[in-house]
DNA sequence: TTGTAGGCGTTATCAG
DNA sequence: CTGATAACGCCTACAA
């Protein structure tokens, strides 16, 4: 493998043109450039990237926090990321999140200041630990979907989701509405729901009761949904109607209901959350979010953050937009 | 942020001792260790690993290539890499491919020795000038789901796929049996299909003829699939049964069935490849293929190579199996 | 505009 | 076992 110092010999000028040139440095003659860059050419060198990483204490790479749980719309999130990231020349470094312990350790390991040069956290709420040493280290971050005090955030407006969601199946004729949650972080069931407080607000503004136990609070899994859907209808008067968190949990609804005999939409409506592929498939009715925009705008405000490190934190939040499928309707009479 | 130095400092040792001690090295003494370590502790020390990198020459990084099209099979693929790699305490770099282009320069940028110590390549046939290269530089590098010459590979037998669901639906007594592969390099649609071979010795082995347009070789999208449908459908003599090489056209051979009013499967059957989420919600009956540990195996497989340069490239063949849903049915009389 | 020298934080190779 | 010291390949003043 060719170094820089083979290039300067063999184009016959110092390092430091040859540094500049592989930098688009302007200092550089357009004779010289030429002859360097012939030189590169002729011997096939390739700058060291971890070399010039170490000297530069710049990786060009940003990590990525990925839970697991994210299924099908990591993807197009993932999509998003590597548009605005490409442009940059950036690269991405992946880490796999699959249990509270796993999320700690990573973000332990995320602000091992040189692996990176930031960091984008999906549907993931840093530990306290972390987020002291992201200030202390000014080590750039933005979550995704998530947000918290002092740290820049790209995300959907989950409440006025819930809002839009609720306001549709009180406007189908709907009076026994219910909310499938899940906490705001994941990994921590007594956290708040992302979507309580729009719900809330939707359901007092329709005039409608908020009955005990219509607020379900679980994972966003399948199952999940599949076994809130359970407690729903053992209640004395059942929802007619039922608000998810996820697409996921939107379709473990209607098995459920299925499996217990009810018809969807004709005995029961559910609005999932996301629109995924699984709810264009499966015609469930849902609030689309915009994955693909929303990663690539997270990885924008981040790069800006690695550019500038002053800027303040930002925020962008992006509404969702109700899809209507399959699986609501007005209710019988 | 603490250097090496400052520790070495701290704990009155050598910067040699220190780094032995970092690196678990047997030659260093109980007593100095526990100094050491508590003087790491005290200063909140953490080696940079770019300095680690550029002077061991070992990145502790693996390089992903994915393709976008792998839809929802890239996650478990991407767990099973992960419970190898975490072991080995590597971390993923990863690059999307959405095209040719694409594939190209990732490959391209991939072996810039130094920003990884290997690479996996999921389902995408690399480009002879990057072969060259890898073997020129001994770049360690496997292959997921794909084989070439003189590379590692980590795959299914899609031919033994396909003979298991050619002689599945003869079994239940299709004659008309149609192939709806893929071309071996997905953005070579002139290169031959993954399936082909098997396809066509299962059917010879069943006694059953090929037909002229029953090999349709489509890339993996569910539109593809319809599109395929479409085109078999037309012919003289419509097949009754499809074997599909991934669940996404199976689905799109379902749903163009429907669309033309044929029903699934009393009027015609599919099998679909992978078991993908879809296929278990959509009740797809398909070949199973056991991605988790394909990505397992591949990142072992990987790991192996880096630890021992020497190793002769290496193949594994995992065996897919066929799971029966509810897409395949004896033809009408 | 260009070349030179110093430094980035570790690892690894030596003597001791 | 331990401590200097020389790389590692590039960037970046600084001097010319």
Redesign the interface.
Known sequence: ?PTIDDVARAAGVGIGTVSRVLNDSPLVSAALRQRVLAAIERLGY?P????R??ASRR?H?IE?LVP?F???I??PV??GI?DAVAEADY??????V?DREDRDRAFERCC????SDGALALWLVPPAAAVERFAA?SFPIVLLNVSHPGLSSVGVDHDASARAAVKYCAGLGHERIALVDRPVDTFDPASPGICEIGYREAMSSANLDVRDGYEQKVDLSQTAGSAALGRLLNLAEPPTAVVAASDAQA?GVVQAARGRGWRVPADISVVGYSDS??AQ??GISTIAVPLRELGREAAEVLLSAIAQPALMPQTVFRPGQLVPRKTCAPPRA
Chains 1, 2 share one sequence.
Not at 48 to 51: E, I, Q
Not at 91 to 96: K, S, W
Not at 112 to 115: F, P
């Open positions: 493998m390739r060291n990237p971890v070399a990483a170490f990786t790479i990525l697991l994210l299924g099908p990591f993807l993932l999509q590597e690269t991405l470094l992946v880490r796999t699959e091992a200041r040189g692996r280290e379709i592929d699984y498939f499966l």
